[in-house]
């Protein structure tokens, strides 16, 4: 397996949508990361393998085929981490999702928004 | 490449197709394994696709004896006339349309030393790996007086198809004032909340269309999945029409007449105009044959590949397996069978299998247009399966208005979702 062939993904936008959804508590905060410093940030393969094997679950559910269920090829790696990460702590969300991901760390919720929105090649 | 639309339609429901190139990589494309399934429910049929997805190269056959598979989610919906018995059922085109080799005869016995499987027809079929996923079969007898021919009058509708229909045809027949009776037995068996989303749709019915009559449960339980939104619910929409009555009640049925449609707890006997048994149950049938099964009846697996422990080269998933706390789901049985197939081809690439996370998510109906749902989140670390603390869970009780009726849109679409991904 070579998993090496994927392109390293940037995560520039992962910072630019966090700084969206955070600025309500995170205005005037000069120490964030620049996009350009993050830009070079790359999923190692051991991630990518983690994701692939994560994003089984997923796919019972999330891929398109019923209206009321988000699909999720329809959205970027960013949006899909940020939306993820908002579900693990959100405290008093009630929803399948919120209580899905309290299972699921941070890492592993990156592995699996990185692997699910990886551009395929086939 | 990007994603047409498509070329999505094609593919979807095939787990992370975006990913497929990561899998479909030389090394593992060329394997040229003979991958043989036994089972074309859930996870059967799941497994073959998923199979023939990560190792294309694979000989995949599939050893089905029915040439229609009609599925037990939503088919409570059908017991309660709100949905037909065609929408519960698929076919396999969608497997051979991609080389899959789909056998319509059922699996007799299996020598794990020859590695090979022998078919009803007495031909035989060899393999290198051999995935089992028979779903259950009935305990016939364990619950006294419930035998084959107590199920055509008492039907456990627990396997869909005729007895889902029978079970609905008696319902209808039955005149208004009668009393219908379900029975339900201890854990473990085929999707927990299931009786008690039956009872719920059982209980609209009567309400709506024959409001002098009434369901009892009878409980081998004190408690059950969900227990506490089906309380709610049935105190909120069936008062009148759904009594459930639990172990420390003598709720627990210990035999049955068919012939005096009575069923009997320690304390009474219940006379019935419809009766409902859900019998004690174990793993199909080929399982105990195949020596996979231990005393319980069940098929202990190693939870990170789903190998069985007991005999090599050969794999079980769904309902046949011990994988508490995971209930025996279809959803469960989906993930169990991806995650089979993907450790098989990394296996066979040379690959260590790695534990993961795993999860489930049930819907059940608490009115037709209202359902709730149960999620538990597992690791597979350590050689068993457990939840992850502070995770999973219930929907909301006296959930804000709209909650039920979201959930219920979702149960449909995860129907329409996971049945697409299993059958194409
Ligand atoms: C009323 C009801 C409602 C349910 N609702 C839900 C729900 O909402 N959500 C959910 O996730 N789950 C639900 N379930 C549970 C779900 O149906 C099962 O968990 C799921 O079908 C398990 O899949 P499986 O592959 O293990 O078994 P099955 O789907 O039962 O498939 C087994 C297949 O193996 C075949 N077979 C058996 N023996 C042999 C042999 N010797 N040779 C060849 N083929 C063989 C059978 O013909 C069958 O097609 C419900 C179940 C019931 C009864």
New interface residues.
């Given amino acids: ?3 090496k ?2 392109k390293s993904i940037s995560i520039a936008a992962i910072s630019a949508a966090m700084a969206f959804t955070l600025s309500g508590c995170s205005a005037g905060d000069t120490t964030a990361e620049t996009p350009a410093q993050a830009a070079e940030t790359s999923v190692a393969d051991g991630d ?3 994701g ?18 988000p699909d999720y ?1 329809a959205l970027d790696r960013a949006t899909l981490e940020v939306r993820l990460l908002t579900y693990k702590t959100e405290e008093d969300g ?1 929803t ?1 999702m919120h ?6 760390g941070e890492a ?1 919720i990156a592995a699996v928004a990185a ?8 | ?3 047409s639309p498509k070329r ?1 339609d094609v593919l ?17 494309a060329k394997a040229q394994p003979k991958v043989v399934i036994v089972g074309g429910g859930f996870g059967g049929a799941a497994t073959a696709r998923f199979v023939k997805t990560y190792l294309p190269g694979a000989s995949v056959t599939l050893i089905e004896p029915q040439a229609c598979y009609t599925a037990c989610p939503f088919s409570n919906l059908v017991i309660a006339g709100l949905r037909s018995l065609e929408a519960q059922q698929f076919g396999y085109e969608g497997l051979k349309a991609i080389g899959i080799n789909v056998i319509g005869d059922r699996a007799d016995d299996v020598d794990p030393a020859a590695r090979t499987v022998t078919l009803g027809s007495g031909d035989t079929v060899s393999y290198d790996k051999l995935i089992l996923s028979p779903g259950i079969d009935i305990r016939w007898g364990a619950l006294e007086g419930y035998d084959e021919s107590a199920a055509s009058v008492m039907p456990h509708a627990w396997k869909a198809g005729p007895q889902t229909s029978l079970l609905r045809q008696q319902l209808e027949a039955m005149s208004d004032g009668g009393t219908v009776i379900m029975s339900v037995p201890t854990a473990p068996y085929r999707c927990p909340p299931g009786p008690y989303e039956r009872a719920s749709l059982i209980a609209h019915y009567l309400k709506t269309q024959k409001p002098a009559s009434r369901l009892i449960i009878l409980d081998a339980k004190d408690e059950f999945s969900k227990g506490p939104l089906f309380l709610e619910a049935w105190a909120e929409h069936y008062p009148d029409h759904l009594e459930w009555i639990g172990a420390s009640d003598f709720g627990r049925v210990i035999s049955v007449d068919p012939g005096a449609m009575a069923l009997s707890t320690d304390f009474d006997t219940y006379e019935a105009d419809v009766a409902n048994v859900i019998p004690p149950q174990k793993a199909g049938e080929i399982a105990a044959r195949v020596g996979v099964a231990d005393q319980t009846g069940w098929c202990p697996i190693d939870p990170v590949d789903f190998s069985s422990t007991l005999q090599p080269n050969i794999y079980v998933i769904g309902d046949a397996t011990i994988a508490a706390p995971m209930p025996k789901s279809a ?1 469960s049985a ?2 169990q069978a ?2 089979c197939a ?1 450790q098989i081809a ?1 296996e066979l ?1 040379g ?1 260590t299998p ?1 534990p ?4 489930n ?1 049930c819907y059940s109906y608490v009115t037709p247009d209202g359902a709730v ?1 149960i ?1 538990g ?2 690791s597979n670390e350590g050689g068993q399966l457990s939840s ?1 603390e ?4 219930l ?2 009780a006296n ?1 804000a208005p709209g ?1 039920r009726a ?2 219920a ?2 149960a ?7 049945t ?2 299993t059958f194409g």
């Fill in positions: 397996m070579s998993p062939a994927l990518m393998l983690r692939q094997t994560l994003a089984l679950t997923c796919s019972g559910c999330h891929a398109g085929a019923g209206d009321a269920i090829y009630t399948v209580r899905l991901m309290r299972g699921y592993d692997y699910l929105t990886a551009p395929g090649e086939g | 490449m990007t994603w999505r979807a429901g095939l787990a992370g197709t975006a990913a497929l190139p990561l899998l479909a990589s030389p090394a593992i959803f989906n993930l991806k995650l993907l990394r690439n690959e790695a993961t996370i795993l999860a998510t749902s999620t989140v597992y992850i502070g995770s999973g869970g929907s909301p959930p909650v979201a959930e849109a979702e449909e679409a995860w129907f329409q979702q996971i697409q991904q």
